[in-house]
Every structure is written in C-alpha cells, then in structure tokens.
C-alpha cells in the first residue's frame, strides 16, 4: 500500500482526541473507522491553501443512524465533529482547528425518491449534482444549482452553494426543500416538506442551509428539479468595466434586450451566439447543427450562459456601448 507513514506537514500539530472515545468508534465502526494517517489529512483539508492539524479519526457514515451514533459518541467526550462531503471547499472549512473527528458521508449516496409531478428529489446528503442530474436524466427535468466542483446536495446545503446559473435558478437557498438532520446531541431532526404551502413554525430549513456543519450534519437533501430547457445558448460578452457588466445583465433581466452594437436596441436579443440543443447538454442525444457565428435569436425559455464576462473582446462587433457578443466557436 502507498499510504504515506509520515505526516505530510510535520510541522503542524495534531490534536489528540480521548484514547476512550477512538476505542468506542473503532468498535461501533469497525471497516468504516479509520485513524489511519492517509485517511486523517485527506479529510483534514479542502481546496484552500490551508495547512492545519488534521482529525483524529474518520468515520465513513452509510446511514443515518452511523452519523447519529458518532455525533452521539464525539458529543459524549466533548469531542468536535466536522461532516465531510467531497472536500471541494474553498474556504478551509474542514480544517481541525480544534481537533474532532471527520463524519465522511460521501458513502451516504443513494437516490431516495424521484417526484417528477411535483418537481421535487430527495436524495441523502453524499449524492453528488451530477450523480443527481444523472438518476433524474430520463424525466426531463434537471437539478440547476452548479458550483463548479462536483459537489454533494449535503456540502452544497451546508455552504449554501451558489454558482453559474444562480442568476436564473437561484442558490441552494431557493432551492431546498426539506433536510433530515442529524443534531449536536445525536438527535434526528426533519425540517420542512416537499409542500410549496407552509408557513407553521420556525423555518429550519433556512437555518440549516449555509450552516456550514456548525448546527448539525445533514443527512437528507429534498431539492427543486426544473425542466430542461429546449436549447442553451452560450455567449461571451466583454465589458469595460465591472459596473457596466452588472448595469448590463440588469437591463437584460428588465427588458429581455441585451447590449448590442446600437446600445440596447435588438429587442428579443438577437446577437450573436451558439446555441445548441439541451439534450446535447446532457449528452442524451447529438448535436444540433448549427451555423457558427449566425445571429440567432432564442426562444422564449432558452437558457443562455453567459461565459468570460473579462474575457477580451475578439470580434469584429465591438460596441459603443461596451458590450458584444460572440460566437464560441
Ligand atoms: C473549482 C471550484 C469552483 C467553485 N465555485 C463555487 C461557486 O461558484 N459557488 C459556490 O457557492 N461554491 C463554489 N465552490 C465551493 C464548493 O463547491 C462548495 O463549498 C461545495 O458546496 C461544498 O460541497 P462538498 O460536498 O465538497 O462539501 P465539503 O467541502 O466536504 O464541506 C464543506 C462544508 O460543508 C460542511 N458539510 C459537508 N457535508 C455536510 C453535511 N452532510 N452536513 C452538514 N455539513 C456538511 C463541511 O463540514 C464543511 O463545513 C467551488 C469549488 C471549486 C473547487
């Protein structure tokens, strides 16, 4: 095995948890226990440049009850936990700065239920979004919310993830529904529904979402799905400045007219652009053929994403008013 038998950052200190408390989830965990270096420092770090102790011990959760029985345990000895999804955090969110042990539950990855009437999933918290967008494939409807990295629906509810369609779709703040949580005492908790009418009560939901693991480990995810849009346009468009850029999608939004060489002028956003069918987007079917650089107009629910708003400006439409628009391809 190439597990390494040093610490990779032999200057940092670990922070020792209770011999008694690792005893106990060794052998309520057996196989999903670990105390091993190599397992510690993967958990013990994200995408941020930070370099801090990592966790004593891993638990790698498969249910629920796996997550409340070790919140239960690490609660008992006063020992901090960290919930673990796929680590792709930018922030050093999973850092041991107090020591604790890591809760991974990225084995906790099963598709629970899929309610295309109601345009609505509830899956556990280690599903990823393009594990998600995969299982839903086949109904025509898609989750939205896309932070970049593959992330899970529990990292992503726990970060209040946002990303590149969040101007159309809205954050994970818009978007959950409902969680099954797992509380700092080791209780399960249910907040919300998949019912859109409900105003009974404190609005957990809310609270737990963007409570980046300090209230509790979520466990269950119940999310928005939408429709696949029927085509998706892809278009960059180049700014002199960050104000214009943002005076520019506001106008957009207002008057569903983009910037063009005459200023706002094209109504019904004739620029150009490529466009191309969702499916292609999927990869549930081909491509649609499509003259590059033709000025095209979309339909009323095309989906356009905007790419490389600093990106320099290549075409031959540079505007007076600062915005153009150009073909990908
Ligand atoms: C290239 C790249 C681009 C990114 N762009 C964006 C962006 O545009 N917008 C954006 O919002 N984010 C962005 N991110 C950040 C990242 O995608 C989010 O932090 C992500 O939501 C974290 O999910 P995760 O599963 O990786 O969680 P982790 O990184 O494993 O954990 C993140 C935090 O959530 C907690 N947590 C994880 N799972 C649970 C759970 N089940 N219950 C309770 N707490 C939990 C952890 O304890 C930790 O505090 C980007 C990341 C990368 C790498």
């Given at each position: 095995m190439n597990a390494p038998t040093l610490p990779l950052h032999p200057e940092i200190l670990s922070y020792p948890a209770p011999a008694a408390l690792l005893q106990a989830l060794s052998e309520r965990f057996g196989a999903q226990y670990s105390a091993a270096l190599v397992a510690r420092e993967q958990h013990g770090r994200d995408e941020s440049a930070f370099t801090v102790p990592p966790p004593a011990a891993v638990v790698f959760a498969e249910r629920t009850q796996d997550v409340a029985d070790a919140v239960k345990l690490a609660a008992q000895f006063k020992v901090p936990v960290i919930a673990f999804g796929v680590g792709s955090s930018l922030e050093g969110h999973l850092l041991a700065v107090q020591g604790g042990i890591s809760i991974d539950v990225s084995r906790m990855n099963a598709v629970l239920a899929i309610n295309a009437e109601d345009l609505t999933v509830t899956v556990q918290a280690g599903v990823t979004r393009k594990q998600l967008n995969e299982a839903v494939k086949s109904t025509g409807l898609f989750f939205p919310v896309d932070p970049g990295a593959d992330a899970t629906l529990g990292g992503m509810a726990a970060t209040r993830a946002s990303g590149t369609n969040a101007v159309r779709y809205g954050t994970m703040r818009?978007?959950?529904?409902?969680?099954?949580?797992?509380?700092?005492?080791?209780?399960?908790?249910?907040?919300?529904?998949?019912?859109?009418?409900?105003?009974?009560?404190?609005?957990?939901?809310?609270?737990?979402?963007?409570?980046?693991?300090?209230?509790?480990?979520?466990?269950?995810?119940?999310?928005?799905?939408?429709?696949?849009p029927e085509a998706v346009m892809a278009a960059t468009c180049s700014f002199d400045s960050l104000a214009s850029a943002v005076i520019g999608r506001h106008l957009h939004r207002r008057t569903r007219r983009w910037p063009s060489q005459d200023g706002l002028s094209s109504a019904g956003g004739r620029r150009r652009g490529h466009r191309?069918?969702?499916r292609h987007q999927t990869g549930a079917g081909p491509r649609q053929p499509h003259e590059s650089g033709q000025d095209i107009c979309p339909p009323a629910n095309a989906f356009l994403i905007p790419i490389g708003l600093d990106a320099p400006v290549a075409t031959d439409n540079a505007s007076a008013s600062g915005a153009a628009l150009r073909p990908l391809h």
């Open positions: 818009e978007n959950v529904l409902a969680l099954e949580v797992v509380t700092a005492q080791g209780e399960v908790v249910r907040t919300g529904t998949r019912a859109k009418k409900s105003s009974a009560g404190y609005d957990l939901t809310r609270l737990m979402v963007g409570s980046e693991g300090t209230l509790g480990v979520i466990t269950e995810v119940t999310v928005r799905l939408y429709p696949l191309h069918d969702a």
